[in-house]
């Protein structure tokens, strides 16, 4: 299963990378994605694509400690859904404990817990990230910097933390770290994690309403599947500028095994196969009318091996030929301007 993020999560790259003079648009086209990949902050993309980019802007910019200063942009509204929902807790302690348990349903990979020991509290949160069998330094940055942004958030006033474990060997230069964390640093964890006194799990957090938290909660459960046929298209448009889009890593990005997405399908007279058809020519469409990309290069992002592939499709389901299509509609709306 293909673990995605928002991709919130990478608010402010190309302005950071801008602030070293390197320009984002090509760095993402050093990964074969569109200019406009990280523009929509509820797209969906792969962790390895996520851990891509902070590598690339990391050596692109020459700066070791990319992914720790793009943390200085994320912020609680990277958790979608959920961000509002913990913003309704009457605690930390509730915030951080439904965090816990919601995240793997939208931030699928990352792992995180709340452990109370004595008279410390320590919030882990860790990428599990199948086949990645080298640390990503600047990914583990970027995660940690964001947690410590979310708990500061919630808590509403200056929080002292007592340490910050981080995985991987310590690097160069810690000063960033110590600057931005302001507290004692501690590497080669098996965890990220953040360590604060556990009194601060009482703090009450301002503004919370358990009533508007319980109309959130019940929201997202009652709509989980309600809008199945939506959400099943906007994932295939956003997985197929990568080439990855299957009816596995479909299920993946809604965090449930692919026969319960089949059958939740079938039950509203759908399959997997007419939704990426839908999904492609809608992609298609779009790619016609506001680019002037050739119609081989649309049928490529678009996952047909071959121009012909398109057209069959195309005319089977508008009823004329791409560049038929294409023609009236650009001349059409020509005409409207």
């Known amino acids: 299963m293909q673990p995605m993020v928002r991709a919130a999560a990478l608010t402010g790259y190309s302005a950071l990378l801008a602030e070293y003079r390197v320009d984002g648009k090509r760095v993402l086209a050093d990964l074969g994605l569109p200019v406009d990949y990280l523009d929509r902050p509820d797209r969906l ?10 590598e690339l802007g990391a050596m692109a910019s020459g700066c070791q400690h990319f992914g720790l200063l793009l943390g200085r942009h994320q912020n609680i509204s990277m958790l979608g859904m959920v961000g509002l929902l913990i913003q309704q807790c009457a605690t930390m302690r509730e915030a951080l404990t439904t965090v816990a348990e919601e995240i793997g349903r939208h931030v699928q990979g990352l792992d995180v817990r709340l452990e109370e020991a004595g008279d410390q509290a320590v919030y882990h949160f860790t990428y599990r990230v199948p086949g990645q069998t080298l640390l990503s330094r600047q990914h583990n940055d970027n995660t940690l910097m964001g947690a410590f942004n979310i708990i500061t958030f919630l ?3 200056p929080l002292t933390f007592r ?5 991987g060997d310590a690097p160069r230069d810690i000063e960033p770290y110590t600057r931005l964390l302001h507290t004692a640093l501690r590497f080669h964890h098996d965890d990220n994690a953040l360590v604060f006194d556990r009194a601060c799990l009482d703090h009450s957090i301002a503004g919370g309403s358990p009533a508007l938290r319980r109309l959130i ?7 989980q ?3 199945i046929e939506d959400k099943v298209l906007w994932i295939i448009s956003n997985l ?3 080439d990855q889009v299957t009816l596995d890593a479909v299920a993946g990005a809604l965090a449930v095994p692919p026969r319960t997405l089949q059958d939740r399908l079938a039950h509203r007279g759908l399959s997997f196969q007419q939704l990426l058809d839908r999904g492609r020519m809608n992609s298609a469409r779009t790619y016609m009318l506001d680019t002037d990309l050739s119609l081989s290069e649309i049928a490529e992002l678009v996952g047909y091996s071959q121009l012909s592939a398109l057209t069959r499709s195309f005319k089977r389901v508008m009823g004329e030929s791409p560049a038929q299509w294409r023609r009236k509609h650009k001349t059409e709306n020509a005409n409207i301007a």
Not at 163 to 167: C, D, F, P, T
Not at 217 to 223: A, I
Request: no cysteine; charged share 15%; hydrophobic share 45%.
């Open 163 to 167: 340490a910050a474990y981080l995985v």
């Open 217 to 223: 909660n019940s929201l997202m459960r009652h709509h």
């Open 155 to 157: 808590y509403g006033e």
């Open 45 to 54: 993309i792969p962790v390895t694509t996520k851990i891509d980019l902070l």
């Open 240 to 242: 197929l500028p990568l």
């Open 225 to 227: 599947w309600g809008d």
